[in-house]
């Protein structure tokens, strides 16, 4: 299918990402969108709260916001027709892979065998989850990142099947309702994103076990410098702004000594064992209050609102 044959759009699975995927869709007056959830779900509600900010901060008019949320209906009932004549279905049910599989398998014998199915797995291979599909070619992975509302990447995940006009299509429906969809070629663990962020965190804990720097340390130390920059300037852009033949000789240099372990690190598996959980505990690499986690999540969102709207 192209682009302008999508029009029916179902997402199945209204929790914290259906919900808010939802909404992103609901972008496109055209659009006709539908959440379906096998147990009854506050689609409304939910947008709602998520939007709060962005309606308080004067990025979204309320009255737009209803009239979005005015697009969207629910149903928790598989046989009805938003199910059987959806064009484009995004899956977000729980991280599970028989769940997922059994969730496609029911959606193929209901949909026609054009509609598009993407799944907004975290880390499953689409691959995997698309396997005993009869039109695998129609599958592709969309992954969303949280606040689904706010983050505007989405990466397709190509799986060994995906056709060329699939992964074509849901890029050019993600972009015309304001995502930055991004395709990632392959089907790899942790597509193109979370390999570097994680990437990323598994030094960062590296050099806390080390006693390199302590977990406060480490975090001022990417907010106040490279982390500042990474929004405007991408690490390959960096790398050809200070010239690849210096950032040759930096990882000559380096590269051997930084972390290269294939297991979680003992420090993390040690916080994990003795109930040092973060945010959930109160503790974890840093002391949490219960006012500290509280105030986390509108903090971020009122950052992220800043950075993408300037409000
Ligand atoms: N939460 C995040 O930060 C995040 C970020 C990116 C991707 N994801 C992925 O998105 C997906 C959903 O995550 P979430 O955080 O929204 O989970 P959630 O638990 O908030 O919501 C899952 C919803 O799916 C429904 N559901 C479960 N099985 C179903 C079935 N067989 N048929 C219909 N509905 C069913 C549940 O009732 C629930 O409402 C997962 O694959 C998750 O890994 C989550």
Redesign the pocket.
Known sequence: MKKEDIRRILI???????KNIAFVFSAEPAYEITV????P?DVPGGIRTSCAQLVEKGVLAPEELEARIGRISFTDDIDSDSVKNADLVVE????DMA?KR??FAKLEARCRPDTIFCT???VMSPSEISRDLTHRERFAGT????PGHLIPLVEVVRSDATSDETAETVLAVLAGVGKKPVLCKKDVPGFIANRMQHALWREAISIVEHGIADAETVDMAVRYSFGLRLPQLGPLENSDLVGNDLTYNIHDYILSSLEDSHEPSPLLKKLRDEGKLGFKTGEGFMKWTPEETAEAASALNEYLIRMLYGK
């Not at 977000?92 to 991280?95: D, L, Q, R, S, T």
């Not at 992954?143 to 949280?146: E, G, L, P, S, T």
């Open positions: 199945v699975g209204g929790g914290l990402m259906g379906y959830d096998m147990y779900v977000a049910v729980f991280e769940v059994e969730t907004n797995t975290s992954h969303f990142w949280n």
